[in-house]
């Protein structure tokens, strides 16, 4: 009897512990080998160790973003095996804008999943790339977000308020202390874990913090962080 083929590679790399949680959880009991990396540096470094066969990719993270390491895992393409498929490398993203998918394509990026991100998504995504026949369960998602799935998240829902809690925390006293920069990044660090468990207001208020942040505005920023405060209080009160 042969030895059984070995299990398709995947590679997420994320620096945010709600989103890899996510993604893990969708992941969990498919026939995939699934590996961590919690930034672009790491990244690049894996993929030079050993081969993937599919990338999830984040773009903001530190060391190095998505778009250095999805040139850098091109640029060890070309030298490893010139002329051979590329590996599909997928953008988990809360952007839709014709620029900023222009800039990841340009970057080497394959293809875009826009959050909230669901598990039929995801495995519908992989199956595809991976060249398998998507299962029924895989099929495109209904409307309404997250629904089917509200029961699978739901023990997860503790974990992300503490998370989010500590994340106003931190860009509270960052306003205080008028690190705008600092208040950017914790709204952007919100903005993807709240998109990506399904909780759009509270989502749509970090990304207003996170652009009072680049627009150097505290006041925007102390009213858009007030309001998140807000949301997380309601998605809180609607998530027992």
Do not use: W
Request: aromatic content about 6%.
């Amino acid at each position: 009897m042969s030895p059984p083929a070995p299990l398709p590679r995947i590679l997420l790399v994320d620096d945010n512990s709600d989103n890899l949680f996510l993604m893990q959880l969708f992941l969990g009991g498919e026939p995939y080998s699934v590996d961590v990396a919690l930034n672009g540096r790491e990244a690049v470094d894996k993929f030079r160790a050993a081969p993937y066969d599919l990338v999830f990719m984040d773009l903001e993270m530190p060391l190095l973003d998505g778009y250095g390491a999805t040139r850098a895992i091109r640029e060890l393409e070309q030298e490893r095996r010139a002329g051979s498929p590329p590996v599909p490398i997928l953008v988990l993203t809360a952007h839709a804008l014709d620029e900023f998918r222009a800039r990841c394509e340009a970057a080497g990026c394959t293809d875009f999943l826009v959050k909230p991100v669901r598990k039929s998504a995801v495995l519908a995504a992989v199956a595809r790339y991976l060249g398998q026949a998507a299962a029924p369960s895989q099929a495109a998602p209904p409307i309404a977000p997250l629904a089917p799935e509200i029961e699978l998240l739901r023990p997860l829902f503790p974990v992300f308020f503490a998370t989010a809690t500590g994340t106003l925390d931190e860009a509270r006293r960052a306003l205080d202390r008028g690190d705008m920069e600092g208040m950017r990044r914790q709204g952007h660090k919100l903005k993807g874990s709240a998109l990506s468990y399904g909780f759009n207001a509270l989502g749509q208020a970090a990304l207003d913090m996170e652009r009072a942040g680049e627009d150097d505005d505290p006041a925007a920023a102390r009213t858009a962080l007030d309001r998140a405060v807000a949301m997380l209080d309601e998605a809180r009160k609607a998530s027992p």
